[in-house]
């Protein structure tokens, strides 16, 4: 009926809000952890089990001699 549609509807729309907020807070996480990592002195870095990096701070590129602008293909 027209109120199990309506109630159907509003349900899903405050799921997609939920699930949007939640996509926010996951980037601005991940911003603060980048920065915290880039801000340290230390090299740091997280392969997979393909020997893929996953994560690299900017010390760390910098030893292993690639720029900051190749972050996404290290």
Same mark, same amino acid.
Request: charged share 20%; net charge negative; proline share 1%.
């Given at each position: 009926?027209?109120?199990?549609?309506?109630?159907?509807?509003? *349900?899903?729309?405050?799921?997609?809000?939920?699930v949007? $907020?939640?996509?926010?807070? !996951?980037?601005q996480?991940?911003? #603060?952890?980048?920065?915290?990592?880039?801000? *340290?002195t230390?090299?740091i870095?997280?392969?997979?089990? $393909?020997?893929?990096?996953? !994560?690299?701070?900017?010390?760390? #590129?910098?030893?292993?001699?690639?720029?900051?602008?190749?972050?996404?293909?290290?």
């Amino acid at each position: 009926s027209g109120d199990e549609l309506g109630w159907l509807a509003q *349900t899903f729309n405050r799921m997609l809000e939920t699930v949007q $907020q939640r996509e926010i807070e !996951l980037q601005q996480s991940q911003a #603060l952890l980048q920065a915290v990592i880039d801000n *340290t002195t230390s090299a740091i870095y997280i392969k997979d089990l $393909q020997g893929r990096f996953l !994560l690299v701070n900017q010390c760390c #590129l910098q030893l292993i001699g690639k720029p900051q602008a190749d972050r996404k293909s290290t």
